[in-house]
């Protein structure tokens, strides 16, 4: 593949893409497969893998992507039991026993990571209530010592 870096030592590959990040969360927020993604990102999987174990940032990207992905599942299981498997589409195979499978494997997980996010948002939520608050309080006191300031300088 074009532009792969095949080692795992130094940094990136000068001719690998940059925005390889982007279109690997793409694909795998798609398909739930890390080689899958890695293709379409032209990176080798232990590429992206030394990326999530590295950044931080990219591995909570990566954990989104999977959660997406396995929304995406959970919504296109339910279509096919609701309106039956697809039988017009031979390259498109649908294992409905197996997608039920992976979903009940992966619900405590998916679980966890729902909850984390909404930790996080709660956690961003308080974080700028808090900050505003202080603000307030900042401004009241200011507001008081410039009282304080003017009734001395009156009397």
Do not use: C
């Not at 293709?39 to 954990?63: G, I, M």
């Not at 995406?72 to 299981?77: D, I, Q, R, S, V």
């Not at 608050?133 to 009241?140: C, K, L, S, Y």
């Amino acid at each position: 593949m074009a532009g792969m870096n095949n080692s795992n030592e130094g940094g990136e590959d000068p001719k690998l893409d940059r925005h390889w990040r982007k279109r690997f969360l793409d694909a795998l927020a798609e398909t739930s497969n890390v080689s899958a993604a890695a293709r379409v990102a032209e990176v080798t999987p232990s590429r992206a893998y030394k990326v999530r174990r590295t950044e931080p940032a990219f591995r909570t990207q990566w954990n989104e992507a999977l959660l997406e992905g396995y929304e995406h599942l959970e919504m296109e299981t339910l279509h096919r039991l609701r309106m039956g498997v697809d039988s017009g589409k031979e390259d498109r195979k649908f294992d409905i026993a197996n997608a039920l499978r992976l979903l009940s494997l992966h619900s405590q997980t998916v679980a966890h990571e729902r909850a984390q996010r909404s930790q996080q948002d709660e956690d961003e939520v308080l974080a700028a209530l808090n900050a505003k608050i202080d603000a307030m309080r900042a401004r009241e006191g200011a507001l008081k010592e410039a009282g304080e300031k003017g009734d001395h300088d009156a009397g």
